[in-house]
């Protein structure tokens, strides 16, 4: 019974962790070129922001994200609302993080590469989607694996806006029963689930290790 | 025919002149080497010319098309479409090889033939294997940059500029990142080119070298020509400062 009602929690904080990536995966990119934009107030903004999401605690951005609507707009949060809340909020926190580990690998690439795809011809998409971009996804793969490692624990936070995912079905649990055990139990599915993220995301960087 | 034509280039980084008034006609077939001490210009020059870095004043031409023009007093450039037609015309061996490290050795000539240049996959590949065992590398062609030695990688360079039938090649102190029994191997392979009559413009520390190569060579100092002409003629100079760069060089 215990482990039916942790199961379902599990794959609710699945879903929250796929989607998550789905969507703050690619929305990192797109933050990153902000970032590094020559618009200066393209840059400005996408530094105020990443300066948010990184310095205010993820559990906070959920609140405002669930609640915001309803204070600033009075507008009635619905019931399917919570979930929607929990990906928009994970997604453009998880984006920031992304974003600078983007940069950091997109700005740690030699000039060289740049150079001698311009002379070879390549225009700037090419020279980025062809050249850049698979060069840089082999630098950033440890970092990436940290982030993804810590978005598995992070879903738990959504216990904040009592979406029904693994850590809030395990509170209950216990609250209703007087024991420890269920949150135990919680602790080491995300164990499990941790060792599956650090397993795949080891193969991938096999995967890109046939080259220096 | 002219190849390439320099006119007046002027450059200068954040106040520092390293350009100051330079002119320079490449006729077809001509190899010219480029000496003089560091921080004389010669990359500066060279970047110009391959356009990875813009001039601030003076024009430039490939085969007679302007690819930069003097306009009301300044150094205005072709457009976009203009300038990678024109890019044709050349092709540039780095001194720090900048092979793509993620692809093959073949890959790294064939990619921009088929993915810029259109060119047919098979096609591609059969002039990249044929300039593999030209250079002494056709076992290499599956290898990544990473598997070769300094002088293979040059030379895969070299393969890759070279594929795309140039009528004009830099060299950017093409051994100067190389241990002395490297250099021999690339050297080789320059001079080879030369006796096929492939145009160049070799900037080069090696002053043998530049002295059986080269038709012409041309010596920088403090961003401009302080003297050019024949090897002969250069490496038997009257003028002061070239011969003490020289002799610095050669040890004589």
């Avoid at chain 1, 019974?1 to 929305?27: N, Y």
């Avoid at chain 1, 405002?64 to 928009?88: E, T």
């Avoid at chain 1, 909020?89 to 974003?99: D, Q, R, T, V």
């Avoid at chain 2, 990142?177 to 006796?195: F, R, S």
Wanted: proline share 3%; aromatic share 10%; glycine share 6%.
């Amino acid at each position: 019974m215990m482990l039916l009602q942790l199961g379902k929690g599990m794959i609710v904080s699945i879903e929250i962790f796929m989607l998550t990536l789905l969507f703050s995966l690619p929305l990192g990119m797109l933050v990153a070129f902000g970032r590094m934009s020559r618009n200066c107030v393209l840059r400005g903004i996408t530094k105020i922001y990443i300066s948010i999401m990184r310095g205010t605690p993820l559990m906070l951005q959920l609140l405002v994200v669930y609640f915001g609507p309803y204070y600033v707009f009075k507008i009635r949060i619905s019931n399917s609302y919570r979930f929607i809340a929990v990906i928009i909020a994970f997604a453009i926190n998880y984006a920031a993080y992304f974003a600078e580990i983007y940069r950091s690998g997109i700005e740690s690439m030699p000039i060289g590469q740049y150079e001698a795809a311009k002379v070879l011809g390549y225009g700037k998409v090419q020279t980025f989607f062809k050249i850049i971009l698979p060069q840089v996804i082999k630098r950033i793969l440890p970092a990436v694996t940290n982030e993804i490692i810590t978005l598995v624990k992070d879903t738990s936070l959504a216990f904040a806006i009592a979406q029904a995912e693994m850590f809030t079905m395990a509170k209950q649990i216990a609250a209703a029963q007087t024991t420890i055990l269920p949150l135990m139990v919680a602790g080491v599915f995300y164990y499990i689930l941790n060792l599956a993220v650090a397993a795949v995301m080891e193969r991938l960087e096999k995967a890109c290790s046939y080259y220096r | 025919m002219k190849l390439l034509e320099m006119r007046h280039v002027k450059k200068e980084f954040e106040g520092l002149q390293v350009l100051k008034d330079i002119s320079l006609s490449v006729e077809e077939g001509e190899v010219i080497s480029i000496i003089g001490p560091s921080g004389s210009g010669k990359s500066t020059l060279l970047r110009c010319a391959t356009m990875l870095e813009e001039m601030d004043s003076g024009e430039l031409l490939y085969m007679g098309e302007y690819a930069a023009k003097m306009k009301d007093g300044k150094c205005v450039y072709a457009s976009k479409a203009e300038l990678r037609k024109l890019q044709h015309c050349f092709g540039l061996v780095f001194q720090n090889f900048n092979l793509f490290p993620h692809y093959s050795v073949l890959k790294n000539i064939t990619d921009a033939l088929i993915s810029v240049d259109k060119i047919p996959k098979k096609e591609a590949e059969e002039r990249a294997e044929k300039l593999l065992e030209q250079l002494g590398l056709a076992e290499k062609r599956d290898a990544y940059p990473y598997q070769l030695s300094g002088g293979q990688q040059q030379r895969v360079s070299i393969a890759r500029a070279l594929a795309k039938q140039p009528k004009i090649l830099f060299f950017d102190e093409p051994t100067s990142a190389l241990d002395p029994e490297l250099t021999v191997e690339v050297l080789k392979v320059i001079k080879a080119l030369a006796k096929e009559h492939m145009t160049m413009i070799i900037v080069t520390h090696e002053m043998q070298f530049a002295r059986e190569v080269s038709d012409r060579v041309i010596f920088m100092e403090e961003g401009l020509i302080q003297e050019q002409g024949t090897p002969e003629k250069l490496f038997g100079t009257g003028n002061e400062r070239v011969r003490e760069f020289i002799g610095h060089l050669t040890g004589k």
